[in-house]
């Protein structure tokens, strides 16, 4: 073994001090003379000595490559941001469904829930579907009012972020709340019919569309969604909600107060008809509401059935979604949007005189739809209807009751987490 391994010599001590070994895997190492040995530390000068300029080299965290500003802009840590921002926000992205009002880029206070909240819900209810909104113009909608109610804050709004998905947790309970409050409207005004069965009163006001008509004894396309039905629920669950929103001149927002609403009223009239339909049918029973109403709470219990993919027995064929309503809002909305936008001015300004604002005046002209398949794109003809006289003369008081459940409804959805 001795003539294959070199001469092992001890290498002289020239340090005070000693280091304790690092422990290592059990590798052995062997010096030979003829190594080289291993580059000497760099000692520190004294202080008599000059220095050189050389020396002087920065840490390599601070160095700047040659040419680095050759284009005039600074580090990203050093830009400044455009004269109007003061702050850069900052958040986490997460799964959609997990975000929170704390994750937002801005505090969840008033001016979140009133100004943008009011604002984006504005918007989205001028849409021609208000289920299915395009996600790419909605993420502009959104950067519109961003800008405008955070001027000092930059913030870019995207799919993934928690402004958009915030947002469209709030807009699920905005369409959410229009439809427990057509159900509680038409409970309530089958409940003070007391000479007729509840299933006939819907029956009868489901017959020729005589729900969405302001009298219903003088039938009229002039008339249409101007009942006492459709205008209470877009008071109560709309327009109170946006009331608060503000000017967002890229939006064009003050035409859409005015007479921009198509997607809302849609909203209510096929809630109303849903509603209708469940008392009709007996999918949901009057007394057994009203009960649950004397306990201070409005719970409408939904049948289940089962869910053939599942095997679980579900409610989600009765609930208020697109699945489940999009063929009547496509209806609807083709009669909405064939209207004169003085006719939608009416039925906006008439839902406001029930929130105390200024009436606004307006004339309704006639609607001449070509469409011949869908009967509810065609409410323009006059029909003969026969209801008894408890209908009408009972009507305007039937929403007494109904007022604290419906605020009850928009403070839920101005809930802060």
């Known amino acids: 073994m001795t003539g294959f391994m070199p001469e092992v010599t001890a290498i002289p001590t020239t340090e005070k001090k000693e280091y304790a070994p690092h422990k290592t895997t059990s590798v052995s190492t062997i010096v030979s003379q003829n190594a080289a040995p291993p580059p000497p530390k760099r000692l520190k000068k004294e202080s008599s000595e000059s220095t050189n ?26 830009q400044v941001p455009p004269g109007h921002w003061t702050t850069a926000a900052q958040e986490v ?11 937002l880029p801005v505090p969840a206070n008033s001016k979140w829930v009133k100004a943008f909240l009011s604002t984006a819900v504005l918007w989205a209810g001028s849409q021609p579907n208000p289920w299915e909104m395009s996600e790419s113009m909605m993420v502009d909608a959104l950067q519109d009012i961003f800008d405008v109610v955070y001027p000092g804050i930059k913030y870019k709004v995207n799919l993934n972020g928690a402004v958009f998905a915030v947002m469209q947790q709030r807009l699920s309970e905005w369409r959410s709340n229009i439809g427990s409050a057509a159900l509680a409207i038409i409970v309530d005004f089958c409940s003070r019919i007391k000479d007729a069965p509840n299933a006939e009163v819907a029956k009868q006001l489901l017959k020729k569309y005589a729900f969405i008509y302001e009298d219903l004894d003088n039938i009229s396309q002039e008339m249409a969604y101007l009942s006492a039905f459709i205008l209470q629920l877009m008071a109560t669950n709309h327009l109170i909600v946006i009331a608060d929103h503000i000017d967002v001149p890229a939006l064009n927002t003050d035409e859409l107060s005015l007479e921009g609403m198509d997607g809302a009223i849609v909203l209510c009239i096929v809630a109303l008809e849903r509603a209708l339909k469940f008392v009709r049918d007996n999918i949901i029973k009057v007394e057994e509401v009203l009960a649950s109403m004397a306990t201070g709470k409005f719970a409408v219990k939904l049948p289940m059935v089962l869910n053939k993919a599942t095997g679980k027995m579900l409610s989600g064929c009765y609930k208020f979604s697109f699945a489940n309503c999009h063929e009547e809002t496509e209806s609807y909305m083709k009669s909405i949007s064939s209207r004169s936008n003085e006719s939608k001015a009416a039925i906006i300004a008439h839902s406001r005189k029930l929130m105390k604002k200024s009436p606004m005046k307006a004339e309704c002209s006639d609607d001449d739809d070509e469409e011949s398949i869908n009967e509810c794109a065609l409410i323009c003809n006059k029909h003969s209807i ?32």
């Open 53 to 78: 300029d050389d020396d002087l080299v920065p840490p390599p965290s601070t160095q700047v490559p040659a040419g680095y500003y050759d284009d005039t802009v600074p580090p990203p840590s050093t």
């Open 93 to 103: 992205i997460k799964p959609r469904g997990q975000y929170r009002n704390t994750d």
């Open 386 to 417: 026969s209801l008894p006289t408890p209908y009408a003369t009972d009507f305007p008081a039937a929403f007494v009751l109904l007022v604290p459940i419906m605020y009850s409804l928009i403070r839920n959805f101005y809930r802060i987490i």
